[in-house]
């Protein structure tokens, strides 16, 4: 299996709080690889780090040592362009947010942000990721309609379009499923066995239960520090570790 | 007392606070429509004063006016609008943005007339562009920044946060999430802004006095360098300098300028409002 993110003990600390713990993961290309675990984990302030969005807080002293290498290279090192690696590494977050633009303009918006003008090419792309999010039949006649006007669970979707028009190499999903209705959230899981053929994929899951349902490879967390990290059946049928088993099981949470 | 006699006494108290308010502004205006509109003519509105200023019209104030509300634009609202991108889009919490927003609630505060004496000073004397109307616009515009920097930045940081984090996740610059997210969203609000700074400029006396104001010319200016006449001064000017004035032509001046700041705070009201309407978010 080919490694795509290779996390090398991370420690991410906001002014007091350490957020990670010496985090080592090794992030499998074309897989889903899941983070789970209680609130206040650091799911997600791992997944920020991946795309350094976390570079974004600007109330607090952040700091981070250890090493995250995408394909081999060091996407802290300096001069690395941060624009180009957050179109190579995607993210889709927990509550769809569309800009306050048209359809046509937030699927178009990464493309054209990095200079593609070809009215052309960006009609394509349009087509294809809204066809990849399955939400192409439903808005193919209204492409430059607000796309706030769309319902919850389309909004998502768009969301989705929107990230794959970046044609990324990793996709970040942070809690995808949180707002979305039991059907739609089954279209969401099934599209992303579509999508692993093309993607990395790491999703920070809605429940356990999802957790189960979708992880190639799952890694546990726990209060900043991973705790166990396998293939998904070993995991949520024999964890090594008791507190994952405490976890899965629901003894707390 | 009960609970409920001084509940309706309270509710009684705000509620008269509330009317008195609006008492001034619906007397001003209506007194100076009543005493005023008499002299409301075409002649009044297209001539020049004749008669030492006793009869004729006042359209040199007026184009003055105009004139100096648009140099002021011109002046004020690049650096306002710079400066309030800057400080809420970019700037980090320094010794050195703390002391910007220090200067600019300062400049707040200073009189106007002080604004007149150092426009005066620099523009009029220093810069030696002399009595003209672009020294009386970069007064002017000196004057509003304040204003347009607050309300600027204001409307930048109404501009939720998460569109700004969503586009950097997509590969976005700093500038482009700036140019393509933020500022659209929040024009009207800035406009706003703009136009309640050049509506106190457009009605101030203090800072022309000195820098651009004349007393009386024959003819419209033809030079940003020249002087002109401007509805506040020739306001000042008619009801203190002129012996014998007519009350009628005071009041018609007062009429003019105040339909015109008045003006621009309804074209400020109305933008925000249908933006309110429009706005998605």
């Known amino acids: ?253 | 007392m009960s609970r409920q006699t001084s509940q309706k006494i309270a509710f009684a108290l705000l509620t008269a606070m509330a009317v008195i308010v609006v008492v001034p502004i619906v007397l001003v205006v209506v007194y100076i429509v009543i005493q005023g509109f008499g002299a409301i003519s075409w002649e009044f509105l297209t001539g020049f004063p004749s008669n030492g200023m006793k009869s004729g019209g006042i359209l040199p104030a007026v184009v003055g006016t105009v004139v100096l509300t648009f140099g002021t634009a011109l002046a004020s609202i690049p650096i306002s609008v710079g400066a309030a991108i800057y400080l809420a889009e970019y700037a980090r919490d320094s010794w050195l943005t703390r002391a910007i927003r220090m200067a600019i609630v300062n400049l707040a505060g200073i009189p106007s007339v002080v604004y007149g004496l150092f426009g005066l000073g620099l523009f009029v004397l220093f810069l030696g562009l002399g009595t003209s109307i672009v020294a009386g616009s970069l007064t002017l515009g000196l004057m509003t920044m304040p204003v347009v920097i607050s309300t600027a930045e204001e409307a930048l940081l109404t501009v939720p946060q998460r569109f700004r984090v969503v586009s950097h996740s997509l590969g976005a610059t700093r500038w482009q999430t700036v140019r393509q997210v933020v500022l659209p969203n929040a024009i009207p609000g800035i406009l706003t802004g703009v136009i309640l700074g050049l509506e106190r400029a457009a009605g101030e006396t203090a800072p022309i006095l000195f820098t651009v104001a004349a007393f009386y010319l024959p003819q419209l200016p033809r030079s940003p360098l020249d002087q002109t006449m401007a509805l506040p001064y020739h306001l000042y000017v008619i009801s203190t300098q002129v012996p014998g004035m007519p009350l009628e032509m005071q009041y018609g001046t007062a009429l003019v300028l105040l339909v015109m700041v008045l003006g621009m705070n309804l074209v400020a009201t109305l933008i925000r409002s249908r933006f309110r309407r429009r706005r998605q978010w």
């Open chain 1, 1 to 253: 299996m080919v490694t795509k993110f290779l996390i090398q003990s991370l420690v991410y600390r906001f002014s007091d709080t350490v957020a990670l713990n010496r985090v080592t993961l090794d992030i499998p290309a074309n897989q889903i690889t899941v983070v789970f675990g209680p609130s206040h984990a650091g799911k997600s302030t791992l997944l920020r780090c991946l795309n350094r969005l976390n570079d974004l807080i600007e109330y607090e002293e952040t700091e981070l040592a250890g090493r995250i290498l995408l394909d081999g290279q060091d996407i802290y090192a300096p001069g690395v362009d941060v624009t180009e690696l957050r179109r190579r590494v995607g993210m889709v977050f927990a509550l769809p947010i569309p800009l306050p633009l048209t359809i046509h303009e937030n699927v178009t918006y990464g493309p054209r942000m990095r200079g593609e003008k070809q009215p052309g090419r960006l009609d394509e792309l349009v087509e294809r990721s809204l066809r990849q999010a399955a939400l192409w039949d439903e808005v193919k006649d209204r492409l430059h309609d607000p796309a706030m006007r769309l319902s919850g669970g389309q909004q998502q979707r768009l969301c989705v379009a929107r990230t794959l028009a970046l044609e990324p190499e990793v996709i970040l999903l942070d809690n995808p499923t949180s707002g979305l209705d039991p059907l739609s959230t089954a279209k969401v899981e099934s599209s992303l066995q579509e999508l692993k053929e093309q993607y990395t994929i790491v999703l920070v899951p809605h429940s356990v239960q999802q957790a189960a349902r979708v992880a190639d490879v799952a890694a546990f967390m726990l209060g900043g520090e991973l705790v166990e990290v396998g293939p998904g059946e070993r995991i949520f049928t024999r964890p090594r570790e008791a507190r994952t088993e405490d976890y899965i099981t629901g003894r707390f949470g």
